[in-house]
């Protein structure tokens, strides 16, 4: 556990911050000039903490969701899997009639509310070698009746120009087909080849274990593969799940309904996949519907996001499975559907974001991704919106991943890592006797704290063995080690608002 403000000290840095293509992200449906309780919100990471705001907009968000900024972070434009707009919320020119069907006939034209395309459905890339000019890569869907379908059979890429009209871009050509087949829902994956210019793109086929695979470059897609491996998955849980690289791109993560973890390192020089694995978790005796997933800056930890828990592997540990810990379950909040824990994010901050259920004004955060078991510090709804987020959430891959001899920093953090209370505070806990047998004090002062704050105790995989709600900003508790196996043990004692006031250790003997 660290408790220091985060200076990143690489070489490589300058780089990566002048990479913020992913600083503004934009939600919301239902969008009216009489109600602004409904409709779009903004949130931009040029602030710290992001600062998230009323966005009036004509394009409704729902599931489908990308956005593109310049490298100083201020937007350029943006899609709703219906259309392409600029940073002015006006429709570029030509950028209308994005995903031509019967469904977009139905879900933007007569229902006017945004793509039902899925976590993933779109992704836009700036084109190697070049400046202003950036693809938009997406899936259309078809609708069938008799019996009622949504089959996705096309993928596309649409080029937008930046440079043109003054400054306010224009979709150059839209609709291209790359490829045309049963694809699945959502689950476009990006990531930079081994140069740290060229990108790869990745998707699988529906109910499949087949991929295509596909490089692009200053000239465009320049090479399409097809690629066998892994399990096949449930077709009960198509749809239901995310696909997210590694920050470093070593590995693609795949969570899909009713099965394990699918893992697959990934060459980013040959754009391959070279070996593949699964991951077994515990579900916690629920039913099961969606399942996000997300990776800590560092590679180390894995997220899943499952309805009612959250939980943490690690994936550097000997037995991963063995490693899972619940680092937050629901606690029955509605805003008017349950907050529980669905689509993840790694924000440009360095701060995991989970999507609050479906159409709720939350994002949960968290704080501490690269930190063991509760020291990762999940904040319940810690970022409110100003509206409902329409259940969408925008993905991002990793801009500013450089080349295999100099990857970079997927991320910056800005603030402390710890979200701590104000220097001027003067918190202070000791613990004692340690080495403890049956039992050891522990005291603490929090001048500023207000309300129950809580007291964690994990073992070296993070898996909590103690949890205590402590009354006041001060006092003196008495923790009985009975049952505790010879070790050490972490303890990190976090304020009512979820702010980390003393992490430490102690060891039993």
């Known amino acids: 556990m660290r408790n220091f403000i985060v200076i990143v000290l690489l070489a490589y840095a300058c780089v990566a911050a002048a990479q913020k293509h992913d600083y503004v992200w934009l939600m919301g449906r239902q969008n009216q000039l009489f109600d602004t309780t409904l409709g779009g919100s903004l949130v931009d990471f040029k602030f710290a903490p992001p600062k998230a705001k009323y966005n009036y ?38 950028g209308d009639g994005i995903n031509p069907g019967n469904a977009h006939n139905l879900w933007c034209v007569q229902y006017n509310d945004g793509y039902a395309g899925g976590p993933g459905a779109s992704v836009i890339l700036p084109m190697p070698d070049s400046s202003g000019v950036f693809y938009l890569f997406h899936k259309r869907f078809t609708l069938y009746y008799n019996p009622t379908n949504a089959i996705r059979d096309k993928f596309y890429y649409t080029v937008v120009d930046m440079n043109q009209n003054g400054g306010k871009g224009k979709v150059l050509e839209k609709n291209v087909e790359l490829m045309s087949d049963t694809l699945a829902r959502g689950e476009i994956a990006a990531v930079k080849h081994a140069n740290g210019k060229d990108w790869w793109l990745v998707t699988p086929r529906r109910n499949s274990n087949q991929f295509y695979i596909f490089r692009f470059t200053s000239q465009g897609i320049v090479d399409t593969f ?5 399990i096949l998955p449930d077709p009960d849980g198509e749809g239901f799940g995310q696909m997210v690289f590694s920050p470093d791109g070593s590995k693609l993560y795949r969570t899909y309904r009713y099965n394990p973890v699918m893992v697959y390192s990934f060459d980013r020089e040959a754009g391959v996949f070279t070996q593949f694995d699964t991951i077994s978790f ?67 901050d ?35 919106l100003p509206t409902r987020s329409g259940s969408s959430m925008p993905s991002f891959p990793n801009y500013r991943l450089g080349p295999l001899d100099n990857p970079g920093v997927p991320c910056t953090a800005t603030v402390s890592v710890n979200n701590p209370l104000p220097a001027t505070e003067k918190n202070t806990v000791q613990v004692w006797p340690n080495p403890a047998t049956d039992e050891f004090t522990l005291s603490y002062s929090l001048p500023q704290a207000r309300g129950e704050s809580r007291l964690f105790f994990t ?40 702010r980390q006031v003393g992490t430490g250790k102690v060891v039993k003997q």
């Open 226 to 230: 097809q690629q066998t491996i892994g």
């Open 282 to 348: 515990d579900y916690g005796n629920q039913l099961v519907g969606e399942i996000g997933c997300a990776i800590s800056p560092n590679n180390q930890y894995l997220y899943l996001s499952c309805r009612q828990f959250l939980y943490q592997l690690d994936l550097w540990a000997p037995d991963i499975s063995a490693s899972q810990v619940t680092v937050a379950q629901w606690d029955g909040f509605t805003d008017p559907f349950p907050t529980m824990f669905w689509q993840c994010q790694l924000g440009p």
């Open 57 to 94: 907009r004509k394009l409704d968000m729902y599931t489908t969701n990308s956005s593109i900024c310049d490298s100083a972070g201020n937007l350029l434009f943006y899609t709703n899997g219906c259309a392409v707009a600029g940073a002015d919320d006006e429709i570029l020119e030509n």
């Open 459 to 498: 073992d070296l995989y993070g898996r909590v063995v103690h949890e205590m709600r402590l009354q006041g900003a001060s006092g003196r508790v008495a923790v009985r080690t009975d049952g505790w196996a010879a070790g050490v043990y972490f303890w990190v004692l976090l304020t009512a608002d979820g």
């Open 350 to 384: 360095c701060k995991i974001y989970v999507r609050a259920g479906g159409d709720t004004r939350f994002y949960h955060v968290i704080h501490n991704p690269d930190e063991p078991g509760l020291a990762c510090n999940v904040q319940q709804r810690g970022l409110p």
